[in-house]
């Protein structure tokens, strides 16, 4: 689409948020430009699990797969590969309208706006951290649980009352105990954190309060290494942690002036249940939109009918 041609909808993200969405809308005839910037939150992930049709399918084939076949079914979908770095409302004719570009310059308009880039885990810098992430240190037993089940279970940090449900369940896959690193801070003075600890206590989780120095690969077997500053180390078979997280695409949030959550991750918040903002036309979906940061979720906020209707509702003069 050229800035004169618009097209019904900018997408801008290729995970199965952007995915789902551009499908749907296809599905009615509706033109779509979808921008992928080639970053995907589970990148480093072998497998993805839980997904109907697909658990155990590698992250880059559902992508790949999911994009050729609405490639070969769809002809009103463009896929562009490249990072938007710059969105904002403007007028068009009688409408209001979004145009959007990247580092290059090149510019694209549409009569609608969908914000599914993900979120971007900000990863601690513990030697070795970066390397396991999404193989032996994971966010999800949900995800990763199952495959990794035997052995000792490990968690660093609890930081919210969140945290416990994946402990208790954890108990369920562990067969050689769970253990809670607090990496040398010991538990936090937080009643609330205090609670947790206690109940993963009680459940017969053990507290480890040495500070680690890096993780590594178990050699020749399924599993990861703890390295401690005393020079100790301890075998896991996986080790659950939930770092902090950004929206990726918090710049185009912040210009666009998007109402967010007041918190570090700051997702977007939607006026119902269809995704729309707080700026009319504007949409989110995906982690973009909310604190459960799934497949199957993204999927669904995606794709939703009501989605698709609310599109065509608003496709007026305003």
């Known amino acids: 689409m050229t800035p004169d041609q618009p097209s019904d909808a900018l997408i801008i993200g290729g995970g199965p948020a952007g995915l789902a969405a551009a499908m749907a809308l296809a599905r009615a005839c509706y033109s779509v430009v979808l921008f992928d910037s080639q970053e995907y939150r589970n990148d480093t992930a072998p497998m993805m699990h839980n997904v109907l049709c697909n658990d155990g399918r590698e992250p880059w084939f559902f992508r790949s797969t999911a994009m050729k076949e609405m490639m070969d079914k769809y002809d009103s979908i463009t896929f562009v590969d490249t990072q938007i770095t710059a969105a904002r409302q403007i007028n068009h004719g009688q409408r209001n309208a979004f145009e959007v570009s990247n580092q290059k310059g090149a510019t694209w308009r549409g009569q609608k706006l969908i914000l599914a880039s993900g979120t971007r885990d900000i990863l601690p810098s513990i030697q070795g951290y970066k390397e396991l992430w999404g193989r032996g240190i994971v966010h999800c037993l949900f995800c990763e649980g199952f495959e990794k089940k035997g052995g000792r279970f490990g968690f660093l940090d609890l930081n919210s009352r969140d945290d416990l449900s994946a402990v208790l369940m954890s108990f369920r896959l562990a067969d050689d105990g769970v253990t809670i690193y ?88 939607s006026k119902g249940p269809v995704g729309e903002t707080n700026i009319r036309g504007c949409f989110v979906a995906g982690d973009t939109s909310t604190e459960a940061k799934t497949v199957n979720v993204a999927m669904a906020t995606g794709r939703c009918f009501s989605f698709v209707t609310s599109i065509c509702k608003h496709h007026v003069p305003h």
């Open 182 to 269: 607090t990496n040398g801070k010991g538990i936090p003075n937080d009643m609330e954190i205090q609670e947790v600890f206690k109940i993963a206590i009680s459940r017969g989780a053990k507290i480890d309060d040495r500070e680690i120095q890096s993780f590594s690969e178990i050699p020749d077997a399924d599993g990861i290494q703890v390295h401690f500053q005393d020079g100790t180390q301890e075998d896991l078979k996986v080790l659950l942690h939930s770092p902090p997280s950004v929206n990726r695409a918090a710049d185009l949030i912040s210009s666009l002036n998007l109402e967010t959550v007041a918190s570090p991750e700051g997702h977007v918040i």
